[in-house]
């Protein structure tokens, strides 16, 4: 999805992303081989698409178990009501919370989903007792562990 003042991305913008998707340290020279351009217009297609929005960042994708969080969660949230300042101070903190790997706002029967990763069963015991049963906007939480966790490369085939 595009802004209104965005410039519609074309198919070397999007083999850009793609190549990006599947390897954000793809040098220069690289994404121009891919995409058929100069490393010129590749630099100037990356700051435009970076402006834009489409390109967000670059992150490291770090396994959390080998840094000794071998647990991970999955927990749905349940806000007792909907009053903005409520909703606002709860989506402000809990992106922040310490273990906390992914953040999102959901429809349905929950309204946020939180991905934690702790170091043991105690420890993400203890993030729901400091961080959810205690916070005022959270009405209900179910935490669900994850057994495996697998990134998904769909985003790339999309793009291609």
Do not use: C
Request: net charge negative; hydrophobic share 45%.
């Amino acid at each position: 999805m595009r802004e209104n003042n965005s410039l519609p991305i074309d198919s070397i913008d999007q083999i850009i992303l793609a190549s990006l998707a599947s390897n954000a340290r793809m040098s220069g020279s690289a994404l121009s081989a891919a995409a058929g351009v100069a490393e010129s217009t590749v630099s100037q297609r990356l700051r435009r698409l970076h402006d834009e929005g489409y390109l967000r960042g670059f992150h490291a994708d770090i396994d959390v178990a080998k840094l000794g969080m071998s647990v991970q969660a999955l927990i749905s949230i349940k806000l007792v009501k909907h009053v903005r300042e409520d909703v606002d101070a709860f989506r402000s903190a809990a992106p922040n919370w310490p273990g906390v790997l992914a953040f999102f706002h959901t429809g349905g029967g929950d309204d946020y989903l939180l991905h934690v990763a702790a170091h043991s069963a105690a420890e993400l015991r203890d993030f729901v007792l400091t961080y959810l049963a205690s916070h005022p906007a959270v009405a209900h939480s179910e935490t669900n562990l994850v057994f495996e966790h697998v990134t998904g490369r769909g985003l790339e085939q999309l793009l291609s």
